[in-house]
């Protein structure tokens, strides 16, 4: 079974600080790893995803994530934090023969000047 | 490109009323198609799964049912809503095992 672990629901962090959201993953498999984005009243967004390839990936808007089996973790970050950054994001595992995707139950992201 | 459409935006609607919400794709052919529950506070609860017509994996037991009468609709119901049914909806399409899903903008469903 896979699992995803986000540390923290809330954080928050002044316009123009690092941003740095912790997601911890559990799987018995190569795991495939995914960060969405939500906005208010919206569908999630994916942000980047990591397949195997590169451990450091490179999203849209600024973010990055590192993939760090040792640690089984795949934390979200940006250099510094913009106020259109404000959302909800979300860690997500797959791995194996499945078409399901797994997700964590959300960070919430307030940015303030 | 691929597009997904989800509808209604919103809903309101008594207990024991019934419910449909549509979801389709287009620009891509036999879609793997999700339906997410999320609940204030929560995250995403994966309610049903499809990688084909007719063929519907169900994650929890509920008093949603959900069916795919074409290769890019997908469409969950309920003969009677209850007050737990409250939350907001989501549509996802991927194409294959382990692909990112591709969400629509969700129904945000208030039962009364």
């Known amino acids: 079974a896979q699992s995803v672990t986000q540390l923290g629901s809330h954080v928050s962090v002044s316009e123009g600080a690092l941003v740095l959201l912790r997601c911890n993953y559990s799987?018995?498999?190569?795991?495939?790893l995914f960060w969405y984005v939500q906005y208010p009243n919206q569908g999630l967004q994916l942000l980047l995803k990591y397949t195997s390839a590169a451990t450091l990936v490179k999203g849209i808007n600024g973010f990055e994530a590192e993939f760090k089996k040792s640690e089984t973790s795949f934390h979200l970050t940006k250099p510094s934090a913009h106020m259109s950054d404000a959302a909800e994001y979300f860690c997500?595992?797959?791995?194996?023969?499945?078409?399901?995707?797994?997700f964590g139950t959300g960070t919430r992201l307030q940015v303030f000047p | 490109s691929q597009t997904i459409h989800q509808w209604p935006a919103t809903l309101v609607q008594p207990v024991g009323s019934p419910l449909s919400l549509e979801c389709t794709v287009e620009g891509t052919s036999n879609p793997n198609l999700y339906w997410y529950r999320q609940a204030a506070g929560r995250g995403l609860q994966l309610l049903f799964y499809s990688v084909g017509i007719g063929q519907i994996s169900s994650e929890v037991p509920q008093n949603l049912s959900a069916s795919r009468p074409q290769d890019r609709q997908f469409i969950l119901s309920s003969k009677k809503l209850l007050l737990s049914d409250s939350g907001f909806y989501l549509c996802?399409?991927?194409?294959?095992?382990?692909?990112?899903?591709?969400f629509g903008n969700g129904t945000r469903l208030t039962v009364t």
């Open positions: 799987s018995s498999v190569p795991p495939y």
């Open positions: 996802a399409w991927s194409i294959r095992y382990n692909s990112p899903l591709h």
């Open positions: 997500a595992v797959s791995g194996g023969n499945t078409d399901k995707l797994i």
